[in-house]
């Protein structure tokens, strides 16, 4: 079966990866600038970002149903769960990285660094061993639109919580550091640098770090440059291929650097998160929408064990 119009492939892995008789569904379209999906699989819902609105949206996986989950939200942006499956939240606003716990109380686990406040986190990402990796850039206090227009006291950098409560900086030589996420075997660190949304000639893509003993980061090639918009934010499946928002929809690339092939979406793509049953539903926030579809693939993520296809069934029914 060929595929539609709006799967491009690039290179034959791709034809693997997805579904040509798959859909590509608009689930919801009345937001401003989404972002920071994160999904809960014991509840089957998805939260993301609306950050000129300031806040929180909840879509219901069983029914379709979007609803408001936070508001005010502090202009989130970028969002994951720990391992414990608690929501771990980049506030524009309060310029904190925050956790919710279990009883619905939000801490704040990072917010200066060396007694200077942080700028605006944007995008977060965790470790299985609990720590927390995080983005610096100022898209949150450059106007009021989304967040507050502030000064900047740190330059932009990429930041580790460790699970003992140290804050580190891990690297230091980026324009606009902004989405994150490990390799499935945590051996590598991926981060994007959008610098170009403030110099023409700036950044427009992804390195790839490798992670050592205490959280150290070395290398930091460039692994994918954009030739269509900004690599925002991104995720990696169980294979290790990463899937990247970008101008155009979403870009596909292998571990080798390769592009698979592409998405096409109708707005600008800002992130993109793994949900579902099976993990092989991929979301996406893009501008004002939020749409999704199903891969033939699953994505990879800390919580809990990896997923083995045994382990994978419909919720029992009485
Ligand atoms: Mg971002």
């Known amino acids: 079966m060929p595929h539609p119009d709006w799967l491009v492939a690039e290179d034959d892995r791709f034809s693997s990866l997805v579904l040509p008789n798959a859909q590509l569904d608009r689930l919801w379209q009345a937001g401003r600038w989404c972002e920071g999906p994160a999904y809960f699989a014991a509840g089957r819902y998805?939260?993301?970002?609306?950050?000129?609105?300031?806040?929180?949206?909840?879509?219901?996986?069983?029914?379709?149903?979007?609803?408001?989950?936070r508001q005010p939200s502090a202009f989130s942006n970028g969002q994951t769960l720990d391992r414990e499956g608690r929501l771990i939240t980049c506030?524009?606003?309060?310029?904190?990285?925050?956790r919710t716990e279990h009883n619905g109380r939000i801490t704040t686990l990072a917010d200066t660094f060396e007694g200077l406040r942080l700028n605006s986190p944007n995008d977060v990402t965790v470790k299985s061993d609990g720590s927390i990796w995080f983005t610096d850039p100022s898209y949150g206090i450059d106007n009021d639109y989304e967040g507050g227009k502030r000064r900047s006291e740190l330059d932009y950098h990429?930041?580790?919580?460790?699970?003992?409560?140290?804050?580190?900086?891990?690297?230091?030589?980026?324009?606009?550091?902004?989405?994150?996420?490990?390799?499935?075997?945590?051996?590598?660190?991926?981060?994007?640098?959008?610098g170009a949304t403030h110099r023409a000639s700036g950044p427009r893509h992804i390195r790839r770090f490798r992670v050592g003993q205490d959280h150290r980061l070395s290398g930091g090639d460039v692994f994918a440059e954009s030739d269509c918009g900004l690599f925002d934010g991104f995720r990696l499946d169980?294979?290790?291929?990463?899937?990247?928002?970008?101008?155009?929809?979403?870009?596909?690339?292998?571990?080798?650097?390769?592009?698979?092939?592409?998405?096409?979406?109708?707005?600008?793509?800002a992130n993109v998160c793994f949900?579902?049953?099976?993990?092989?539903?991929?979301?996406?926030?893009?501008?004002?929408?939020?749409?999704?579809?199903?891969?033939?693939?699953?994505?990879?993520?800390?919580?809990?064990?990896?997923?083995?296809?045994?382990?994978?069934?419909?919720?029992?029914?009485?």
């Open 46 to 69: 998805l939260l993301w970002s609306d950050i000129p609105n300031d806040r929180i949206l909840r879509y219901d996986e069983n029914d379709g149903h979007v609803s408001v989950f």
């Open 158 to 194: 990429v930041y580790c919580l460790a699970p003992d409560g140290e804050l580190r900086r891990v690297a230091d030589d980026f324009e606009k550091p902004n989405g994150l996420a490990f390799s499935p075997d945590e051996s590598w660190l991926y981060v994007s640098d959008t």
């Open 238 to 269: 169980i294979a290790g291929n990463l899937w990247t928002s970008a101008g155009d929809g979403v870009h596909c690339y292998a571990p080798d650097g390769t592009r698979l092939g592409r998405i096409l979406i109708p707005e600008t793509v």
């Open 275 to 318: 949900g579902g049953i099976s993990r092989n539903r991929l979301y996406v926030c893009a501008t004002t929408s939020l749409y999704a579809l199903t891969l033939n693939t699953r994505g990879h993520h800390v919580i809990g064990e990896a997923i083995a296809p045994s382990d994978i069934r419909a919720p029992a029914r009485t």
């Open 91 to 98: 506030e524009h606003g309060s310029r904190s990285v925050t």
